[in-house]
T-cell receptor, first 115, second 114 residues
Framework: GAVVSQHPSWVICKSGTSVKIECRSLDFQATTMFWYRQFPKQSLMLMATSNEGSKATYEQGVEKDKFLINHASLTLSTLTVTSAHPEDSSFYIC???????????FGPGTRLTVL | AQSVTQLGSHVSVSEGALVLLRCNYSSSVPPYLFWYVQYPNQGLQLLLKYTSAATLVKGINGFEAEFKKSETSFHLTKPSAHMSDAAEYFCAVSELGGADGLTFGKGTHLIIQP
């Protein structure tokens, strides 16, 4: 149980295009989903927190107009990287949690490469 | 504010030897603490978590960690290393036990020598 999937697992795009990454909780309803970013050989940095039906809360320094997050249902959150640039190339990982449970379940990550 | 410091970006041990990965934390409230393992190009797998119950926490794959409030530490240990333990290990802290975003340490790359 408690499986989180991400799609796609990797994506290559041209500079200036937008990319959407999906995060799904497959066997539970996630009240909260989180998006993290991981640069090569570095740690995960929290980008934003989203609750179903509410606007996402972004961490300081994360551009909300560039990283659009939608949490339309209890099993799906999407991250759209708008007008992607090479510096946006990174490993994006989502996690999901259930209210009252002190654990986050992580997806396998999506590797974005912007040419 | 909370933070995590992992001492040693790389740790190398021989197969069968003790594994010790260090983690110190800073938190303004009693923390929830986690250890995760990450294999190349994969997401994170939870090894164990501390949630203010027992200070010695046992996890999967023979790992355990001890919460020491006086030292603000949560070091990860395993008595005997296996080759399959080679991976990146992250210590993380949370103030709301999963309801908030986790703050991660920079990670420790564990190398197992045959």
């Amino acid at each position: 149980g408690a499986v989180v999937s991400q799609h796609p697992s990797w994506v290559i795009c041209k500079s200036g295009t937008s990319v959407k990454i999906e995060c799904r909780s497959l066997d539970f309803q996630a009240t909260t989903m989180f998006w993290y970013r991981q640069f090569p050989k570095q740690s995960l940095m929290l980008m934003a927190t989203s609750n179903e039906g509410s606007k996402a809360t972004y961490e300081q320094g994360v551009e909300k107009d560039k990283f659009l997050i939608n949490h339309a249902s209890l099993t799906l959150s999407t991250l759209t990287v708008t007008s992607a640039h090479p510096e946006d190339s990174s490993f994006y990982i989502c996690s999901a949690s259930v209210s009252g449970n002190n654990e986050q379940f992580f997806g396998p990550g999506t590797r974005l490469t912007v040419l | 504010a909370q933070s995590v410091t992992q001492l040693g970006s790389h740790v190398s041990v021989s197969e069968g030897a003790l594994v010790l990965l260090r983690c110190n934390y800073s938190s303004s409230v009693p923390p929830y603490l986690f250890w995760y393992v990450q294999y190349p190009n994969q997401g994170l797998q939870l090894l164990l978590k501390y949630t203010s119950a027992a200070t010695l926490v046992k996890g999967i794959n023979g790992f355990e960690a001890e919460f020491k409030k006086s030292e603000t530490s949560f070091h990860l240990t395993k008595p005997s290393a296996h080759m399959s333990d080679a991976a990146e290990y992250f210590c993380a802290v949370s103030e709301l036990g999963g309801a908030d975003g986790l703050t991660f340490g920079k990670g420790t790359h564990l190398i197992i020598q045959p």
